[in-house]
């Protein structure tokens, strides 16, 4: 079983449709988890960092589950510029791994 | 703020080549450092990180290899170039002393013909 996983995607919903991803782990010492977002040929950029039971930042909503390992990001009213990939990330000492990443393609 | 830089931008090396890749890091001090590779369609795979100058962890051995000889400068290098080389190398950063966020530089893509 790989480190972290995700669902390739891609997830395609129209303008306004609330969408969620998972990412599950298989190392429960991870310590802290993160959400990036990643533009075609760009560089990864943070979107959340998930250190408890969950986080909120506007539209965009985080949430582990230690007991089911696994955590869930929610994109409510997507907008078209929220196209990207979304990579979970999982994190414990120096180490991190990242999931291969789900793709959203927001639609007018 | 803190600000990452990678350079170059873009390279098209030959197989067999010689590679050099820089990644700087400003407004910072004793960070951890990250080399990643992604190669098309694929995830990030961590190839070394540093918590200090000189320290290197190598994650995955291959022809590359990696070097920090000031606290703010990480060197990716490999003497041959192999066609699988071609990829988006990345750089990151965090906070020294334990898991913290990481922040990636822009980036230099590779292309090994």
């Known amino acids: 079983r790989k480190e972290v996983e995700q669902d390739p995607g891609p997830f395609n919903v129209p303008e306004g449709a609330t969408v969620a991803f998972n990412c599950t782990y298989s190392?429960?010492?991870?310590?802290?988890f993160f959400w990036y977002r990643q533009d075609c040929r760009k560089e990864p950029k943070l979107l959340m960092s998930v250190y408890s039971s969950g986080n909120e930042d506007g539209r965009f909503t985080a949430q582990l589950n230690r007991a089911s390992q696994y955590i869930s990001l929610l994109i409510r009213d997507s907008k078209l510029s929220d196209s990207a990939t979304y990579l979970c990330?999982?994190?414990?000492?120096?180490?991190?791994?990242f999931g291969p990443g789900t793709r959203l393609s927001v639609l007018p | 703020s803190q600000t990452i830089h990678q350079w170059p931008a873009t390279l098209v090396q030959p197989v067999g080549s010689p590679l050099s890749l820089e990644c700087t890091v400003e407004g910072t001090s004793n960070p951890n450092l990250y080399w990643y590779r992604q190669a098309a369609g694929r995830g990030l795979q961590l190839l070394f990180y540093s918590v200090g100058i000189g320290q290197i962890s190598s994650e995955v051995p291959q022809n590359l290899s990696a070097s920090r000889p000031q606290d703010r400068q990480f060197i990716l290098s490999s003497k041959k170039l192999l066609l699988s080389d071609s990829g988006f190398y990345l750089c990151a950063w965090s906070v020294g002393g334990g898991t913290d966020t990481q922040y990636f530089g822009p980036g230099t893509r590779l292309t090994v013909l």
């Open positions: 190392n429960s010492a991870s310590q802290s």
């Open positions: 990330a999982r994190g414990y000492g120096q180490n991190f791994v």
